[in-house]
Nanobody, 121 residues
């Protein structure tokens, strides 16, 4: 499956952004979808993930209550609504597809190219 992330940009602290990831090439509903991020000099970390049908979600503690993951299986898209952004949220954000609803990035098989989110203080 091919993944294309979009929606990144520059935003002030406290602001909001909505990331989208469009999937193509294989049956979208076969995959759990996740968002990960990587800040300069840091390892890639889990942000959020959603089950195939969208009924189950998991979040990193650092974003719980601020970010919301959703998916629209009719248009093969997964979204990440980010509210209350903080400078620590600055990173390249990646969407990924996998088989199991987990936080471990090694368990995801397909990755998008990333979209940069910069939060200014």
């Amino acid at each position: 499956v091919q993944l294309q992330a979009s929606g990144g940009g520059l935003v002030q602290a406290g602001g909001s952004l909505r990331l989208s990831c469009a999937a193509s090439g294989r049956t979208f509903t076969n995959y759990v979808m996740g968002w990960f991020r990587q800040a300069p000099g840091k390892e890639r970390e889990f942000v959020a993930a959603i089950s195939r049908g969208g009924s189950s979600t998991i979040y990193a503690d650092s974003v719980k209550g601020r970010f919301t993951i959703s998916r629209d299986n009719a248009v093969n898209t997964v979204n990440l609504q980010m509210n209350g952004l903080k400078p620590d949220d600055t990173a390249v954000y990646y969407c990924a597809a996998g088989a199991v609803l987990l936080k471990n990035p090694a368990r995801y098989d397909y990755w998008g190219q990333g979209t940069l989110v910069t939060v200014s203080s």
